[in-house]
């Protein structure tokens, strides 16, 4: 598709109004998301300015867990859109004095916010925002359930490499447990149409009532044969009761992605990584940069675009 044709919303509209997990999203509306990105992707390969279809639109980003992709990427994508972007410094603000997070988030929307993009890990917070305030809510991750434009950002990529993912499989190696992209990705890549497995030790694995439709493998041959897209995940230690020293041990040497380990995926195979990556802990540095083989800065440029994607479709309804 060439930046001149911007693709068609779906029949009946997108009518999305908010976007805290995949099933927030129809078929339908998963599809045009990826069209518009690479819509969108066109823009940004040619360094051309984007129609600036959110002008007049504010944006607020509300981080309360660290960030460098996600709320990086969601500034410039609507920046580029032409919204008025606010990027809260959480750590200098009145938090710090103890007003919580409705009080926090009811007062940033007052400043006539159309769109706040929140990472919290706070259980249903995202919902309750969703209800008692006026503007439309993105999850930009909560804790460990869901990272919704993590997940479309990473279909968008593998769809630029694959053309589509049904009929992949996608293996999916390391901290599942304590993973919110792993669920996400799950989530939407099934319902794409690709093969999901969850590649670890039993002890990062999600509980067994989780998940029904994604292979578990607890052996990385196992997990890796066969497999068109290997997507290491980081080791969440923050997430982790001992700070993960148990986890961490010999898992490099049963799990760790190298050249080597990669040789058991299928001989095209592509390694993908949500970041932030721990070298040496789940994947080998040196085949992270391999251009041949990751496509992990791909994910990273599809982020910005997915991000534009998702914030002009739930704001213009995609018209
Ligand atoms: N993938 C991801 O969410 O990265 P950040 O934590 O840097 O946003």
Do not use: W
């Amino acid at each position: 598709m060439t930046t001149a044709t911007r693709p068609s919303p779906p029949k009946g509209g997108f009518n999305a109004r908010r976007l805290i997990g995949v099933d927030d999203l129809s078929d339908a509306e998963i599809h045009f998301l990826l069209e518009l990105a690479e819509h969108y992707a066109g823009y940004l390969r040619r360094a051309a300015p984007a129609p600036r279809r959110l002008a007049g639109k504010t944006q607020i980003n509300l981080f309360y867990e660290d960030s460098t992709r996600t709320n990086m990427s969601f500034e410039l994508a609507g920046k580029k859109l032409g919204a008025d972007v606010l990027v809260v410094p959480v750590a200098a603000s009145s938090v710090n004095k103890g007003e919580g997070y409705i009080d926090t988030s009811q007062t940033l929307a007052a400043m006539s916010a159309d769109v706040m993009v929140l990472r919290a890990n706070e259980k249903g917070l995202h919902e309750t925002l969703d209800e008692v305030l006026n503007c439309i809510v993105i999850n930009a991750g909560d804790g460990v359930r869901e990272h919704p434009t993590q997940a479309l950002l990473d279909a968008a990529a593998i769809a630029s490499e694959f053309k589509k993912l049904e009929g992949l499989t996608i293996a999916i190696c390391g901290d599942i447990r304590h993973s919110r992209v792993a669920g996400s990705d799950a989530r939407l890549f099934t319902r794409l149409g690709a093969h999901v497995r969850f590649v670890g030790p039993a002890e990062l694995m999600p509980p067994a009532d989780e998940f029904s439709a994604v292979e578990r493998c607890d052996r990385l041959s196992d997990g890796l044969d066969g497999a068109d897209i290997v997507m290491g995940l980081r080791m969440q230690f923050e997430r982790m009761g001992d700070g993960g020293a148990e986890a961490a041990k010999g898992y490099y040497d049963k799990f760790g992605l190298t050249h080597e380990t990669i040789k058991l995926a299928k001989p095209a195979a592509k390694i993908m990584h949500p970041g932030p990556m721990n070298r040496g802990v789940e994947i080998d540095g040196a085949l992270a940069d391999d251009p041949e083989r990751s496509i992990i800065l791909r994910q990273v440029f599809y982020g910005v675009a997915m991000r534009m994607a998702c914030l002009d479709a739930l704001l213009t309804k995609g018209e």
